[in-house]
């Protein structure tokens, strides 16, 4: 029987900004004590070097965009956030570490792999000039023509942070998986358009009272994995953090149509912090 012939995994796996976003992997992982137990001083301390290199941006091959976390509970020891428009690079670095010195004292625990986009319920520069008249507004009046180019302005930059988005250095964050639901009675899915853009605009408003104080990011998991949805959230403050969900779960997009996965609650970290705040000490 003729067998095909062996292909290597292609290089580049992309796809531009302009098309679909970012690929984005959550990676969240616990140490083994017992493997670390068996490892000598020596070992240690050489692992540490790997992972730190592992962990660096970096380092060539590395992820546009890569920030580290030490974990509070006990889902998970630290977690990862990754982004690139290579999906490779992404993977690269799980790959990096579990192939480390600490290789064989970690645990995968929970991920999630998810791609930037932009939300169909952000308002385009004709929607936004429709919810100015409803509100009141004169077609042509200077007021109008100033607020649809401040928006029209704005806009352009908004999309480019939900495609390409930089992390933000407050050093809280949160992520979890949410679904919309498809129940009897509380299908989102069998929702007209304009009804789901009424009940966005009702969250959209909710998030905007923390603004300065958290920052989102939402990533699209469709087809990709289990959730529809993952949320990333930053914070000067934790507290911050718990406040904001609280208040959106109030909404009706959240308290009928929303569906959540596990939270996981997490403070940025340089990668060596990560390993002393883990004890990983050769």
């Known amino acids: ?55 660096d941006s970096a380092t060539e091959g590395s992820p546009l965009r890569l920030q580290t976390s030490v974990v509070s509970g006990h889902k998970a020891d630290f977690g ?12 690269s670095v799980h790959q990096r570490l579990m192939a480390s010195g600490l290789g064989p004292a970690l645990v995968p625990g929970y991920s999630f792999v998810s791609m930037t986009e932009i939300s169909e319920y952000v308002p385009s520069v004709e929607d936004f000039g429709k919810r100015l008249i409803a509100e009141g507004e004169q077609e042509d009046s200077p007021t109008y023509a100033t607020k649809i180019k401040s928006y029209e302005n704005r806009l352009v930059s908004m999309n480019r942070q939900r495609l390409t988005p930089d992390f933000s250095e407050w050093p809280s964050t949160c ?14 899915f ?50 911050y953090l718990k406040d904001i969900v609280y208040r959106m779960r109030f909404d009706e997009a959240s308290a009928r149509y929303a569906e959540f996965g596990p939270f996981l609650i997490s403070y940025v970290c340089t990668p060596e912090a990560m390993l002393d705040h883990c004890l990983i000490q050769g």
């Open 80 to 91: 990862l956030m990754l982004m690139d428009p290579n999906p490779l690079k992404v993977d």
């Open 190 to 239: 069998t929702l007209t358009k304009d009804e789901r853009n009424a009940l966005m605009s009702e969250h959209a408003r909710s998030g905007m009272a923390f603004a300065g104080k958290v920052s989102q990011l939402i990533s699209v998991g469709l087809g990709f994995d289990d959730w529809e949805w993952g949320v990333t959230l930053w914070a000067a403050n934790p507290e």
């Open 1 to 55: 029987m003729n067998r095909p012939a062996h292909t290597a995994a292609p290089a580049e796996v992309s796809l531009t900004p302009a098309e679909g976003g970012w690929h984005c992997s959550h990676l969240y992982y616990s140490w083994n004590r017992a493997a670390l137990a068996q490892m000598s001083t020596e070992q240690i301390a050489a692992g540490r070097t790997g992972v730190i290199e592992a962990l």
């Open 175 to 188: 992520f979890y998986p949410m679904n919309k639901k498809r129940k009897v009675g509380e299908n989102w």
